[in-house]
Every structure is written in structure tokens, then in C-alpha cells.
């Protein structure tokens, strides 16, 4: 089974927020996260997939969610260049 780790930003806020997980189903998640039964941070707002990165194993997908959860330059990176 493959996993990924994800990064979506926000299309219906002025402000630059993003989220990042990670999931076996990301078109499933994506659809979860936009019908407000997603993440609690992402309810009430309209999101875009910007970036995703395929893992052969659950624990490789955790570890990098972690990185790129705590890389706030990677982030801003990913966000400025999916606009």
C-alpha cells in the first residue's frame, strides 16, 4: 500500500495557511477536507492540493509529515511557488 504526504493551502482566506498530512487515500482526503470532515484546523474553508510526495510505507510518510510539519521555510517554498 502506498501513502502520501500532502501539503493544501487555503483558497478561501486572505491569509497564507496551509496544512500538511499525510494518507493512503488522498483523493479521498482532499474531498473530506473540503466538506468540512476533515482536520478540525481545516473546517470552514475551501482547499487546494499543492504538493504531494509518495511513500512505500506508513512510517516513512509519518516521518516525513513531521519534517515538513516543523520546515517552515519548505512550506513557504512549496506555498509561494503553487501560486
Do not use: P, Q
Not at 494518507?23 to 466538506?35: D, G, P, Q, V
Not at 473546517?43 to 509529515?65: N, Q
Amino acid at each position: 500500500m502506498s501513502y502520501f504526504v500532502y501539503m493544501i493551502r487555503c483558497v478561501s482566506s486572505i491569509k497564507k495557511k496551509t496544512y500538511v498530512g499525510y494518507t493512503s487515500n488522498l483523493k479521498k482526503r482532499i474531498i473530506l477536507h473540503n466538506s468540512n470532515r476533515g482536520a478540525k484546523s481545516t473546517k470552514g474553508h475551501k482547499w487546494k492540493l499543492i504538493y504531494k510526495k509518495k511513500f512505500s510505507s506508513k512510517s516513512e510518510a509519518m516521518s516525513y509529515e513531521y519534517k515538513l510539519k516543523h520546515d517552515r521555510n519548505k512550506r513557504m517554498y512549496i506555498f509561494n511557488k503553487s501560486l
